[in-house]
């Protein structure tokens, strides 16, 4: 009888430790908050322009974990982002863009650095349209992972470079390593 309850207890241990890591692997699903104008590139990833308190506090509620502002510094004032975003509990990055002289090799290695550590939980990236965030995602392409120019303005495209292409084209031409 003994045999059979410890056989029971490791079986109960076993199942329930199989349990949790099939639920700590199952991909969490966003429920994206509805940011006219935002765009979902890859999973676990929109870009948006500017969201509102609401829209932030709809991203929380629907899973996202971190906020990704490329805004300058200064450029928008109507309210305090990373302090509201903290307050929800989720993190709060910056990588401050006032125009294409921004768009340079440390500002680029920082937006990597904020990729990696945020990993594949989901985010919410902004900056006033999502310009400046596809032209960092362009860059970090090219720069960072050998795509060519072709390819990493499609990269960026796909993430909402518009107006910045000529910048970036310029950059890419002129600062491949």
Known sequence: MMATRQQTNHTLVVMLT??????AATPQTVVWPDIEGGRIPEAN????????????????????RHVVNARDIGEFSAWDEGALVSSLGMSYHRVPIGGPDDLDREAVAMFDQILAEIGDEPA??????????????AL??????GEDTE?????????GLTSLEASVRKRLDGERP
């Open 18 to 23: 199989l349990l949790i890591s099939a639920c």
């Open 45 to 64: 990833r929109m870009i948006s322009g500017q969201p509102t308190p609401a829209e932030l506090a709809d991203a929380k509620t629907g899973g996202v």
């Open 124 to 137: 919410l990236l902004h900056c006033a349209s999502g310009n400046r965030i596809g032209a960092l995602y």
């Open 140 to 145: 970090r392409a090219a720069w960072l992972q």
């Open 151 to 159: 390819s990493a303005i499609a990269i960026g495209k796909t993430h």
